[in-house]
């Protein structure tokens, strides 16, 4: 047999010994590599060192976006609030949307923190002295969600998912539109947070934006963002529609405080009421700015088209929506800071 000469036995024996493992045991996807930048809604420039592997969700509408990416699984801590989908609930919690404890978001070890503008400035930057990499999202109307999915996409290695996700929401909302740019007409609509006092969403809210795009006019949109507004003013607005928020969560039933509109004397000559063309939402669905903000846009639309067929007779409910003849009474509570609560 011929011998190799020593030197080149050492040549090759060095060459497998630096090319075998560097093939073998890096991944091309290894996770020191990955380094994306983001400016978030909050106009902070982000840089995201490695894929994020354990995310803390600071607002019910961003553990919706996370979950709904196929992050499930690399969500390790939500609010109390974050009940959908139903394996959020399965999370440890680090308080309320408003009521965010710092000690325990830094006691799971998150690489990344989803944060929302409602939990406050003072969290936020309290999380990044404690060198915690920080987006906060606060979309200001449904091109902003779509953005948002982006972007949280984009920061997380998720960019198909996310693309896979937006399109056909892209797709939904169009068809809206379509079919509302074909109305006639667009009745007035009214959509009620709650009855007493009547707290109503006026300009620059998602649901004004929802009634716009569904083919209606808000009966408020002179009021800014969400407001009180009263008996009178409520009267003399005369709303063709009225959406109203699911009680559920809110001190009430599920239909609760349309049943308490419709039980109020002073507004039986309202034309939504008179005509029960009260509708209830569900208040998670249409107050969140997560991807069922569509399906808010979908309910909406149907329930227009409802009261318009149906004219001054009786309804038949929409899809996930319900007319309601029977009246019954209901304990008021001041709950503005809910409206906030559940937008995101």
Known sequence: MKRIPLLTALFLAALCIAVVPANAAIPADQNTTFVRTVTDDSGATVTIHGEPQRIVSLAPANTEILFALGLGDKVVGVTDYCNYPSEAKTKPSIGGYSTISVEKVIA???????????????????LKTLNQTVITLNPGNITGVLEDITMVGYATRSDDNATALVTPLRARINAVEHNASAMTAHPKVAQIVWNDPLYVSGNGTFQDELITMAGGTNAFSDKPYWATVSAEEFVAANPDILLVNSGTGMGGSEDSIARALENESRFASVAAIKNHHVYVIDSDIVDRGGPRI???LEIVAADIRDAERTGAGSPTPAPGAQGFGSLVTIGGLVLGIAVVLRRV
Request: a negative charge; hydrophobic letters at 45%.
């Open 108 to 126: 799971l070890r998150p690489d990344l923190v989803v944060a929302s503008y409602g939990n406050g400035a003072d969290v936020v930057s309290q």
């Open 294 to 296: 569509v399906d808010a």
